[in-house]
């Protein structure tokens, strides 16, 4: 089993900047994609940004730009550092991680336990 726990988060003004990071524990064989999701109140749960275990990043169009994602591997962690935070950006966030038990064993996701992130205007 793989656990993910979540730090950072809270309420910042329209503008400002937070960092999140991500720790995985537990019963490690290896990580490979790692990354993060929001859901705002009554919208579907949408992709930030993710990372492969070799750095290669993906960010959909809307998160191009004020988004940044990076991983420690060493430390199992993943950080999504966020800029000039606008209102709609008010959602909790969640992280992830695809860590199979086997070299033959297919996707196994994990999540975090889910972080607010509340943007004042």
């Known amino acids: 089993q793989v656990q993910l726990v979540q730090s950072g988060g809270g309420l910042v003004h329209t503008g400002g900047s937070l960092r999140l990071s991500c720790v995985a524990s537990?019963?490690?064989?290896?990580?490979?994609?790692m990354g993060w999701f929001r859901q705002a109140p009554g919208k579907e749960r949408e992709l930030v940004a993710s990372?492969?275990?070799?750095?290669?990043?993906n960010y959909p169009d809307s998160m191009k730009g004020r988004f940044t994602i990076s991983r420690d591997n060493a430390k199992n962690t993943v950080y999504l550092q966020m800029n000039s935070l606008k209102p709609e950006d008010t959602a909790v966030y969640l992280c992830?991680?695809?860590?199979?038990?086997?070299?033959?064993?297919?996707?196994?996701?994990?999540w975090g336990q889910g972080t607010q992130v509340t943007v004042s205007s």
């Open positions: 992830y991680a695809d860590s199979p038990s086997t070299a033959y064993s297919g996707s196994q996701f994990y």
């Open positions: 537990g019963t490690i064989f290896t990580i490979n994609d």
């Open positions: 990372i492969t275990n070799s750095g290669s990043t």
